[in-house]
Nanobody, 120 residues
Framework: VQLQASGGGLVQAGGSLRLSCTAS????????MGWFRQAPGKQREFVAA????????YYADSVKGRFTVSRDYAKNTMYLQMNSLKPEDTAVYYC??????????????WGQGTLVTVSS
């Protein structure tokens, strides 16, 4: 399985971006999928997740109300709509997938990362 993340870029504070994560090699409809990010000099942190059962969504407190995670099962793709971006959202964003749960130390598949830079 390969995860291809895209959609990062440079945006001004208050702007929006949509990240995509497309899976190839296997249909991931039964997998949990999510986004993590890593800012310079910081550890990787959880951002958002969407689980297969009922499509339940979970968000880090820092992005609640601003980010929305979704999936298009027909396209085997997950999205992260990011609105009202802040400079502190600047990071490399990674998508992830696992058949069970998104425990960072045990996640089966990671994407390569896409850089999001928010200018003030």
């Amino acid at each position: 399985v390969q995860l291809q993340a895209s959609g990062g870029g440079l945006v001004q504070a208050g702007g929006s971006l949509r990240l995509s994560c497309t899976a190839s090699g296997r249909t991931l409809s039964s997998y949990a999928m999510g986004w993590f990010r890593q800012a310079p000099g910081k550890q990787r942190e959880f951002v958002a997740a969407i689980y297969r059962s009922g499509g339940n969504q979970y968000y880090a407190d820092s992005v609640k109300g601003r980010f929305t995670v979704s999936r298009d099962y027909a396209k085997n793709t997950m999205y992260l709509q990011m609105n009202s971006l802040k400079p502190e959202d600047t990071a490399v964003y990674y998508c992830a997938a696992d058949p069970e749960a998104l425990v960072p130390s045990a996640i089966d598949y990671w994407g390569q990362g896409t850089l999001v830079t928010v200018s003030s």
